[in-house]
């Protein structure tokens, strides 16, 4: 049994006060490795301050498990020109999801795209095969601020954007997928805003 003394108290504190300080050390380090990096986007008349995904690991994690987006802010997604499929696994926030060329020109916007915290989460493919960028929104915003097919994609510094150089698909990309298939296996399409 061991005695309540002043002694055994003091010891215990003292390593309960170095756990916890250790504890948010590491925190604190983890935070900044996993940090994005910052932008800010313009898409016609909107501007957004975004996080930039351009790794492999970024690009997986994207925006899930956040409970909560502000509605000047969101991700952009940098991947080489190709074709995007997104899913929303594990993600708890409805979004906008709008595709850019590589020439930053909007060619889709896929509106309300809503959270999925089930097994058999739909995906969202692109309806070209020539998508570089890739901007997650608050669901809403990009109607509730003009947002239109063929406005440019601005980012500024340009210096955000930049492409891991081992090629692996981001987070919600489905690979080996044709797109037909794809279309055919959404079983709850988004409302799509006009494209050209």
Known sequence: ?????????????????????LF????????SVWALDQAQVTVGPA????????????????LMFRRGLPREQGMLF??????????????YISLDLLYFDSDRRLLQILAD???CVTPDCPIYPSETATV??????????????????????????ESSLHIS???????HEIPQADYRE???????PPRLISHR
């Open 1 to 21: 049994m061991i005695k309540n003394n002043p002694q055994n108290t003091i010891t215990l504190l003292f390593y309960r006060k170095l756990i916890r300080r």
């Open 24 to 31: 948010w050390l590491v925190a604190l380090i983890a935070g």
């Open 47 to 62: 501007i957004f301050q975004v996080e930039v995904a351009q790794t492999p690991q970024d690009r997986q994690r994207g």
């Open 78 to 91: 940098v991947q080489p020109p190709g074709p995007a499929v997104f899913w929303m696994k594990n993600t």
């Open 113 to 115: 795209v809503p959270p």
């Open 132 to 157: 570089r960028y890739i901007l997650e929104i608050n669901a809403g915003e990009a109607a509730r601020r003009g947002i239109q097919i063929g406005d440019r994609l601005q980012v500024t510094p």
């Open 165 to 171: 150089p081992s090629r692996t698909l981001p987070r």
């Open 182 to 188: 794809l279309q055919i296996l959404s079983n709850s």
